[in-house]
């Protein structure tokens, strides 16, 4: 029911920003609490951020809290995530997830419809 694409992945260096984009199929993209999560190498996927329908409440790892952002364009059909301060350790694919619920959690089985990823990649 909705199609999801991840951009804007690249190299930096180590305190730089980026930010991801998530496209997704456009008719009911407002019925979706959506994510952003992240896998990488020999490690288990992990929960990153998420936000409800309209954006308003957000939850963030701990390991992310003030340094990234999670927003929403429901306009747009788009959901950012707004990395600065970036690690070495923030080197992974991310992933955006959408939830068909108003809001959704930390959890990935929560969520039923994934992009294909983006690579981040920071250089220490």
């Known amino acids: 029911q909705v199609q999801l694409v991840e951009s804007g992945g690249g190299l930096v260096q180590a305190g730089g920003s980026l930010r991801l984009s998530c496209a997704a199929s456009?008719?009911?993209?407002?019925?979706?609490?959506m994510g952003w999560f992240r896998q990488a190498p020999g490690k288990e996927r992990e929960f990153v951020a998420t936000?409800?329908?309209?954006?308003?409440?957000?939850e963030y790892a701990d390991s992310v809290k003030g340094r990234f952002t999670i927003s929403r364009d429901n306009a747009k059909n788009t959901v950012y995530l707004q990395m600065n301060s970036l690690k070495a350790e923030d080197t992974a694919v991310y992933y955006c997830?959408?939830?068909?619920?108003?809001?959704?959690?930390?959890?990935?089985?929560?969520?039923?419809?994934w992009g294909q990823g983006t690579q981040v990649t920071v250089s220490s």
């Open positions: 997830a959408a939830a068909r619920m108003v809001v959704a959690g930390a959890s990935s089985h929560e969520y039923g419809y």
């Open positions: 456009g008719r009911t993209f407002s019925n979706y609490a």
């Open positions: 936000c409800s329908r309209s954006g308003e409440s957000t």
